[in-house]
């Protein structure tokens, strides 16, 4: 990570990360309560407040040797093992059919696989998702709520569909620089707001980003009172691919604490987890491979089991729909949203 300091018309950069050599003087940016730690070599002339924006860069290194690398040429990737199958016998369903299933709700337990897609929907195995026959039951749902989505750009993009779907939502200016940042649209007729809040380091981006009021995801959460006309929808994974387990197991057990703390002064809340989208492995597969982005899923859930929390499956749904893209098309978002929206109603 590359710092930019800002003090007084004067702009110093610096290196940043989780891991720095001590030996030169460091700004730490340190809880203790949390064990969250982030660091930055402190400029000669500006103070450790005045890191405004950070900005990430991979470097050129590899823990792989050169047949390991062959492993993950795309050639190598997804690759259809064969098969001479004499015969496929196909028999009957004789589970319970989607229709007869109960709607999803906050609590059901998700289960692995979590469901399948039918002519372009997405059928879950143990609920139903409702069914929002017109826009108007599905904007009659967000109605005097407000609503927070923290995490990354995956969950960004629900923001982005919901403006983009309904017109009462308009984004509110906040006069900001670039996409990793903080986002709120509203609508003062049925007194709606959503806002999303990236959830803090790391942020892998090439591109400038403002950190100087950034907020951990269970710092989000506990700034906020909570109650019967909250929703709070967490996504995170993407960015931790690049860094050590720890990181992501660390961050995943702040956030159940503090979620065990808003369900204690709050325990109408309405919390969802939307689970990583599988992204493409033919690209930098070392870094950014799915295998991860598994690991993390198995994580989140065991972490989040005994919570009344409720899970959008996004990861079995972009599998399902096999779009092999970070940020799916907005037919596999309508679905990760139809789904959010049943439980939150």
């Known amino acids: 990570f590359i710092g930019t ?11 940043c990360g989780f891991q720095l050599n001590s030996e030169k003087n460091i700004c730490e940016y340190k809880n203790e309560e949390d064990h969250e730690a982030f660091y930055c070599y402190k400029p000669d002339t500006l103070r450790c407040g005045s890191l405004v924006y950070l900005q990430s860069f991979n470097r050129d290194v590899s823990f792989l040797n050169p047949s390991e690398k062959m492993l ?28 007869t299933l109960e ?14 897609v039918l002519q372009n929907s997405w059928k879950p195995s143990f609920c139903r998702i409702s069914n929002f026959t017109t826009q108007e039951q599905m904007y009659s749902c967000l ?19 919901l403006v983009q779907t309904f017109k009462g939502l308009k984004m509110f200016d906040l006069h900001r620089v670039g996409l990793e940042t903080l986002m709120v649209a509203i609508d003062q ?3 709606v707001k959503i806002q999303w809040k990236k959830h803090s380091h790391p942020i892998v981006a090439s591109r400038l980003y403002m950190v100087k009021d950034d907020a951990y995801v269970h710092e989000q959460i506990d700034q906020l009172a909570g109650g019967s006309h909250y929703v709070i929808v967490i996504c995170l994974g993407q960015h931790f691919r690049l860094f050590p387990i720890q990181v992501f ?26 689970t990583e989208n599988t992204r493409d492995d033919s690209h930098d597969a ?13 994580i989140m859930r065991d972490v989040f089991r005994n919570l009344p929390v409720a899970v959008v499956d ?19 978002v309508k679905s990760q949203i139809d789904m959010f929206l049943t439980y939150i109603c």
Request: aromatic share 12%.
């Open 143 to 161: 109605s005097d709520k407000m609503i927070y989505f923290m995490g990354d750009s995956t969950v960004r993009q629900w923001l982005t569909y």
């Open 249 to 274: 197991i660390r961050r995943i057990i702040n956030v159940h604490k503090a979620l065990n703390r808003l369900f204690l002064r709050s325990p109408d809340t309405k919390v969802i987890i939307k």
């Open 103 to 116: 709607l999803c709700k906050i609590g059901i337990d998700s289960p692995i696989p979590s469901g399948f």
């Open 286 to 298: 070392e870094r950014f491979s799915n295998f991860y982005g598994y690991i993390h899923n198995m």
């Open 5 to 15: 300091f800002v003090d007084r018309g004067q702009q110093v950069k610096s290196e």
């Open 189 to 191: 007729e049925r007194n």
């Open 72 to 99: 993950f040429n795309s050639d190598n990737i997804a690759v259809e093992i064969p098969k001479h199958h004499e015969y496929i016998d196909v028999q009957k369903c004789t589970n319970s059919s989607p229709s």
């Open 314 to 332: 996004a990861w079995d749904m972009t599998i399902a729909y096999n779009t092999l893209d970070v940020h799916p098309p907005n037919h596999v």
